[in-house]
C-alpha cells in the first residue's frame, strides 16, 4: 500500500491531533521551523513498516506553524504516526531528525509498546521498526448513559490514593489473572472502597507513560514519565486491542460513579519520558524543542527542575494550549473529577525557568469554565526549590500539605516542640494556608503516600532500605521523621509488635480526625510493609501490591473501616470552615485542654495534648486526648455539655478488635479523669448515641 491509495485534501489548522468526520481523518500537527512533514499510516500496532508515508506540501498543507492533511477513507483504530524534517542545532534549542518516528502530542490512543525499544529511541538511526505510535479514535464514540462527573462541591472528601496496576495484582485479590492489575479490575473491587468509607480515588498516573524509563533490568511501575498527555495506559487494560484501553477507562469510572467514588487522576505536565539531552525522541521535542521544554542559556541543555532531565514549557502559549486541552479531554471526555497536579511549582515557571507570581497556566486551570466542578489538588513544590503551599499562583487549588505529615509524625514519635504544630494541623493549616484565599478543605491532609514509607514501615524503620531500586541507595529520601519502636525492620518481639501497633492506630486517628481533607494510601489499612524501600518506583513486584492476601491485618482494616465511619458521621468536620477557638468572650467550635482543662501546655518539655470539638448545631462534643510521652498520663477532663457525660469512644492502646469498646474514665478522684497509655490516643463523647 501506497500514499497514492489514500486520497487526501488540504485539511484545516484545527483542531490539533487527528478528528474523525464523514469517512476521513484530518491531521494536524504544530511544527514551527519544521522544513518538511510527513504522514505515516501502519496496518497494524507492530507494522515494521508503514503501508503509506504521505508527505505534506508546504503550500498546500501548511497554515502559519501548522501542518495538515485531511485523508479519506479510514477512521477510528487507524495507527499513525509523524516525521518531521528542519534545522538540527542543540544550540539553538532546534532537535528535528528525520530518522525519528514521532507521536502525535494530541493523540487519544498510543501503541506499538510490544516493539517498543527505548534505546533504539534515543539513539542516532531510524527508529521505525520499534517506535510508538498514535491510533485515531473517536472521543464520542461511547455510551456513558446517566454517568456524569461526582460534583460534591463543598463536602469533604476521603481521598484514597492507589496504583492501578498493583491494587489487583495480587492473586488473593479474587479475580481471574486477566482481569488483575486492571482498570477492570478495579472496577470490580469498587465495593471494597465503598463499604471502607472511601469517597475518592487518586488515581497514580494513568496517562500513557515509558515502563523503560527506569535503570537496566528494572520497570518504571508508578508512572511519572508520560509520553501522551490525552491516552490511557495500555498495560492497565484487560483488552489489549488499540481502543481497548479508552473503553475499559471509561467502564472504571462509571463503576467508581456508581459506588459513589470520585476519580482523579495524578497528572505529571511538569516533565516527560524524553528526558535530557541523551534521552529518546519520542514526541514534543521532535515537533518543537523550544516551545515544549525550558531550556538553558545554552540551548542545548534543558533545565531541570523535576530532578526527571526536563521540565515542561507548561507557560509558553503551545504548551499551555496542549495541556489545557488534555485537561478538558479528561472531563468531557472520560468523565474524571478531579487532578492532582505532580510537582504543581514546577508549572509556575516561566519560559526563563523563573518562578511567576502570576503564572498563565495555573491561572488558566483555575478559571476553566470546563473546570468548574472538578477537584484540583497540588502538589505545591519542585525539585528546583520552590515550596509554595501557601503562594502558589491560581484560585481554587487543595494542596498536599507536607507540613501535617511531617509534624503529625513528629507528634506521635515523642520529638520535643511539636503541641503549637499540632494544634494548627488539627484545626486545618491556617498559618500555611491564608484563610482569605483558602478554606479548611484546601490542605489534603496525609501521613504516608507513594513517596516515602508506608504507614506500617514508618513504625519499623529509622532509615530507608532502597538498595534494591540499582541507584545505590541515593534515591528515596533520608529524613522520614519515623521510628522504628526499638527494632529495625520485622521483629518478634511483643512489646515492640504492641507498640508499632498503637503507634499506626495514633496516626489514622489523628489523619482522620483533623479539619481538611483526609488521603489514605493503598495497602496502609491492611498493614502493607514495602521492607524499608521508601522510594520502590521501578519496583514491579509486591511492594507495589495491594496485600489482599497472606500478612494482611483484618483487624487494622476494621479499625480504619470504623474511624473513616465516625469521622464522617462528626458534623463539625463535614463543615468547610474554620474553626474558632473558645477563650473567656467566646464559645468557639474547638477548645484546648492539656492534663489540666483549658491549660494546653506547648513548653519544648510537653508530649500532652486535649482538644474537644463542639458543633453549634450538635448537642454534642468530641474530646481527644493525645498523650506522646514514654508513661501513661493523667488527663483531668473538662466539662461535658450540661446533662451529658464522656463516653469512651475508641483507645488506640486497647487490644486487637477492642479499640471502639475501651473502658470507661477513671471516676475515682475528685474529678473525672482518664489514663492514657504511653503513645496512644483515646477519643470520648458526649452527647446523643454516636453509633460507630
Known sequence: MTSDQFPTAPGRPAPLGATFGAGAVNFSVFAKDARAVRLLLFRSPDDPEPAADIPLDPARNRTSYYWHVRVEGIGPGQVYAWRVDGPYAPTLGHL???DKVLLDPYGLVVTGQDIYDRRAACGSGENV?????????????????????????????????????????????????????????????????????????????????????????????????????????HTYSSDRSPLGAVREFRD?????????????????????????????????????NKAFYILQDDMSRYADFTGCGN??????????????ASLRHWVHHMHVDGFRFDLASALSRGEDGRPLTQ???????????????????????????????????????????????????????????????????????????????????????????????????L????????????????????????????????????????????????FLTLLLLSHGTPMLHMGDEFGHTRRG???????????????????????????????VALSRRLPLLQGNAWWTATNPNRKGE??????????????????????ALTSPEQEGSLLVLANSGLKPARFILPQPPQGQSWLPVLATSAGPGAEFSPPGQDSTGPEPACEVDAHSLVVLWAGPQLAV
Open 96 to 98: 528535528y531528525r528525520a
Open 129 to 233: 521498526h520499534c517506535c510508538l505510535r498514535s491510533v485515531v479514535a473517536d472521543p464520542e464514540d461511547y455510551d456513558w448513559e446517566d454517568d456524569r462527573p461526582l460534583a460534591r462541591i463543598g463536602q469533604r472528601e476521603i481521598v484514597y490514593e492507589l496504583h492501578v496496576g498493583g491494587f489487583t495484582a495480587d492473586p488473593a485479590c479474587g479475580l481471574p489473572p486477566q482481569l488483575r492489575g486492571t482498570y477492570a479490575g478495579l472496577a470490580a473491587r469498587a465495593g471494597y472502597l465503598r463499604d471502607l468509607g472511601v469517597t475518592a480515588v487518586e488515581l497514580m498516573p494513568v496517562h500513557e507513560f515509558d515502563p523503560q524509563d527506569a535503570p537496566r533490568g528494572r520497570r518504571n511501575v508508578w508512572g511519572y514519565s508520560s509520553v501522551s498527555f490525552f491516552a490511557p495506559h
Open 252 to 288: 472504571m469510572v462509571k463503576a467508581l460513579h456508581r459506588a459513589g467514588i470520585k476519580v482523579i487522576l495524578d497528572v505529571v505536565y511538569n516533565h516527560t519520558a524524553e528526558g535530557g539531552p541523551d534521552g529518546p525522541t519520542l514526541c514534543w521535542r521532535g515537533f518543537e
Open 311 to 324: 521540565t515542561f514549557n507548561a507557560n509558553h502559549s503551545i504548551a499551555r494550549r496542549l495541556i489545557m
Open 359 to 457: 503564572a498563565p497556566i495555573l491561572w488558566a486551570i483555575g478559571s476553566e469554565p470546563e473546570l468548574a466542578n472538578t477537584t484540583l489538588i497540588a502538589e505545591a513544590w519542585d525539585a528546583g526549590g520552590l515550596h509554595q503551599i501557601g503562594s502558589l499562583p491560581g484560585d481554587g487549588f487543595a494542596k498536599w500539605n507536607d507540613a501535617f505529615r511531617d509534624d503529625v509524625r513528629r507528634f506521635v514519635r515523642g520529638d520535643a516542640g511539636t503541641i503549637e504544630a499540632m494544634m494548627a494541623r488539627v484545626t486545618g493549616s491556617a498559618d500555611i494556608l491564608p484563610p482569605l484565599a483558602n478554606r479548611p478543605f484546601h490542605s489534603v491532609n496525609f501521613v504516608t503516600c507513594h513517596d516515602g514509607f508506608t504507614l506500617r514501615d
Open 459 to 506: 513504625v519499623s524503620y529509622d532509615r530507608k532500605h532502597n538498595d534494591e531500586n540499582g541507584e545505590g541507595g541515593r534515591d528515596g529520601a533520608d529524613e522520614n521523621c519515623s521510628w522504628n519502636c526499638g527494632s529495625e525492620g520485622p521483629t518478634e518481639d511483643p512489646d515492640i509488635l504492641a507498640l508499632r501497633r498503637r503507634q499506626v492506630r495514633n
Open 533 to 563: 524501600n521508601n522510594n520502590p518506583w521501578c519496583q514491579d513486584n509486591e511492594l507495589n501490591h495491594m496485600p489482599w492476601g497472606e500478612g494482611r491485618d483484618d483487624d487494622l482494616a476494621d479499625f480504619t473501616r470504623k474511624l
Open 590 to 611: 474547638v477548645t484546648w485542654h492539656g492534663l489540666e482543662p483549658g491549660k494546653p501546655d506547648w513548653t519544648a518539655e510537653s508530649r500532652q495534648l486535649a482538644w
